[in-house]
């Protein structure tokens, strides 16, 4: 028994652990939605207490509402990300079809493009074709 794998991950196991890094991130996100909802009710009651000043300018409690949504965002990008894996596209760059790194969908769970196509996107974003 002297099975030795020196480069890379099989396919199978890379997939394996790409599932688990999405669904382990999906239990953490919607944990941390949770918990900022009821920070948000706590806020709620807090500002319904007699003698408080209602909806008012209340920077703290729209700041919790811009977090629920950015993790709502995030959610659903992660639930598109695990669609793209159950349908065996997850985890290749949609630019040159080139496995995406394992370090970076750790980093960015969601990402559609390799570092490489990544950068060139953006810099192709940034400059408006003239
Ligand atoms: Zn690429």
């Keep these: 028994m002297t099975v030795r794998r020196v480069k890379g991950t099989e396919p199978e196991a890379r997939n394996a652990q ?3 890094l999405l669904t ?6 919607l944990s941390q939605i949770r918990r900022s909802l009821a920070e948000r009710q706590e806020e709620f009651q807090s500002r319904d207490a007699p003698g408080s000043h209602g909806w008012g300018a209340a920077p703290e409690g729209s700041l919790t509402l811009v977090v629920v949504q ?29 496995e ?8 960015l769970p969601f990402a559609q493009r390799c570092a490489g196509c990544q950068e060139e996107w953006e810099e192709q974003r940034e400059r408006p074709t003239s």
Excluded: F, N
């Excluded at 382990?24 to 996100?29: A, F, H, I, P, Y």
């Excluded at 995406?100 to 980093?107: D, G, H, S, T």
């Design 24 to 29: 382990d991130r999906r239990q953490e996100l």
């Design 100 to 107: 995406i790194a394992l370090a970076r969908l750790r980093a």
């Design 70 to 98: 950015q993790q709502e965002q995030l959610l659903t990008q992660i639930d598109a990300a695990i669609g793209r894996h159950k349908a065996g596209t997850y985890g290749r760059c949609v630019s040159c079809h080139e």
């Design 18 to 20: 790409l599932l688990v």
